[in-house]
């Protein structure tokens, strides 16, 4: 077992648990913040990638959601950039978990604030 902290707790991790791989999608164990020495323990992919950033958006300039100057030459490797932010897809013991950042969730979270 392996003590983490996470969001200023302190959590068990298994290597069930954690930040799912951007390669190959298998549990990393690591449930915080992402190193650029990180690796995924199946595969050996590099984790602070901008593949593996919550940022990365093919569709984008530069192929990120950030307003950066110059582009990072190979995705998949680890870098610098000072805008990661790893992915939000956990999986943990009651299955995966992860927050969604599409328009219609905001707006039915924020319009559930006011259900009765």
Request: hydrophobic share 25%.
């Amino acid at each position: 077992m392996i003590i983490r902290f996470f969001r200023g707790r302190e959590q068990m991790a298994t290597p069930q648990d954690g930040l799912l791989c951007w390669q190959c999608g298998r549990p990393t164990g690591l449930v915080d913040r992402i190193v650029r020495s990180d690796q995924c323990p199946e595969c050996g992919a590099d984790l602070r990638t901008c593949r593996g950033c919550r940022h990365f958006d093919p569709s984008r300039k530069y192929q990120c959601r950030e307003q950066i100057d110059t582009p990072v030459g190979n995705k998949e490797t680890a870098n610098y950039c000072d805008w990661f932010a790893a992915r939000d897809a956990m999986k943990g013991s009651s299955g995966m978990k992860g927050t969604s950042d599409a328009r219609s969730d905001r707006k039915k979270r924020f319009d559930d604030l006011f259900n009765d």
